[in-house]
């Protein structure tokens, strides 16, 4: 397939000249010099950073915690909780990462079912697993759209 020449304005130099596409590149929108973007044309740039990402990381088998989220016992005043370190990062078997930044307390008081862990009789024990879940946190959109001269936008939702 030969490419089609594009008319461009002067001063609008592609940053990828018309070339074909291989099956191998991924498609996607060619930015000219002080082109504007979309909001759409960044969520794909940072879309594609993330699956990349995480195809590195399920590539190399990474998953599991990788540093911080120690348990530590709760202080001062122990009780049936856990501290856990942060900031703590790890990554699933999908290579999807989860992250938080400031320290956890885990409440071991009752299990995912709501039984509770308390130990019936003194000289006992039991065994507790504490599991990292992530969830995506989706951008919300502006509640109104940004004008385009900065000092005119405002965060007095009155306008």
């Not at 082109?35 to 960044?42: G, H, I």
């Not at 990402?53 to 540093?67: Q, T």
């Amino acid at each position: 397939m030969t490419p089609v020449p594009v008319r461009r304005p002067r001063g609008f130099a592609p940053l990828e000249a018309d070339r074909p596409r291989s099956a191998g590149w991924p498609i996607a929108p060619i930015s000219h010099f002080r082109q504007k973007v979309t909001e759409a044309e960044l969520d794909l740039a940072f879309d594609l950073l993330e699956k990349a990402d995480r195809n590195l990381a399920a590539d190399l088998g990474i998953y599991g915690i990788i540093s911080g989220a120690a348990p530590t016992q709760h202080s001062p005043v122990p009780d049936l909780t856990v501290d856990l370190t942060a900031p703590a990062r790890a990554y699933d078997n999908l290579g999807q990462r989860i992250f938080f930044g400031t320290g956890q307390v885990v409440d071991c008081s009752v299990d995912h079912a709501g039984i509770p862990t308390e130990v019936p009789v003194a000289g006992q024990e039991r065994w507790l697993g504490v599991f990292l879940l992530g969830a995506a946190l989706l951008h919300l959109p502006h509640p109104r759209p940004l004008h385009p001269n900065p000092s005119e936008n405002s965060t007095d939702p009155s306008h």
